[in-house]
């Protein structure tokens, strides 16, 4: 009777720990990384025309071999508390595979200790929505579980943060074409009840 309740509880145990398997935490993360962005702060960046130069790499206060288990590292663009606010897909969560922080690759590079910092030129998507925005970094291991992290901005994310203005999707040569529609229209228009004025009168 007593093992068959010591296998009971650990099954139901089992079954609590499960989902917790492999979840990484973001305040569980230490901030080894230094990352540095092109854009200045309050910077306004076009989507499909403005790049991002990215540089990053081990924090040279730290002692060497802290990123011995570093494997890869992965730059994302991330959103800013100021344009998190009322939009629950972009919300920020500790579980960071619940997190919508950071939605927007950059690249992704293997990482080298022997190499201090490493570098990239981005240009910013055409599909990145209108919002403000700082770089974040992340050091993953060999098991491609985050382990550290890095951004350009403060623990807050309050500083050194850009905004990007994403394309309308419309042509200029749309809008004037559409404008010339407008006004063709409205010609027309005075054109008919000039004529229907004119019948009348003839009419009499």
């Known amino acids: 009777m007593a093992a068959r309740a010591l296998l009971l509880a650990s099954l139901v145990l089992s079954c609590f720990l499960l989902p917790c398997y492999g979840t990484v935490l973001f305040s569980s993360l230490q901030r080894t990384l230094a990352v540095t962005a092109s854009p ?21 206060t730290l002692a060497a071999g802290t990123d011995s288990t570093y494997k890869t590292i992965k730059v994302k663009l ?6 998190q606010v009322d939009r629950g897909w972009r919300k920020t969560v500790d579980d960071l595979k619940k997190d919508r922080t950071c939605q927007n690759d950059i690249v992704a590079r293997p990482h080298s200790p022997a190499n201090s910092t490493a570098q990239f030129e981005w240009t910013v998507e055409r599909d990145v929505p209108t919002a403000t925005y700082f770089i974040r970094a992340y050091a993953y291991d060999a098991d491609e579980k985050e382990v550290a992290y890095g951004q350009t901005t403060d623990a807050h994310k309050t500083t050194n943060l850009f905004q990007v203005q994403a394309i309308s999707g419309r042509h200029a040569t749309m809008d004037i074409c559409s404008v010339c529609f407008s006004v063709f229209s409205v010609v027309s228009l005075f054109g008919f009840f000039y004529n229907e004025k004119r019948k009348a009168k003839r009419s009499q």
Do not use: F, H, M
């Open 78 to 83: 991330c959103y800013a508390p100021i344009s």
């Open 40 to 60: 200045t702060s309050g910077q306004v960046l076009k989507g499909g025309v403005d790049k991002i130069t990215v540089t990053w790499g081990l924090n040279q």
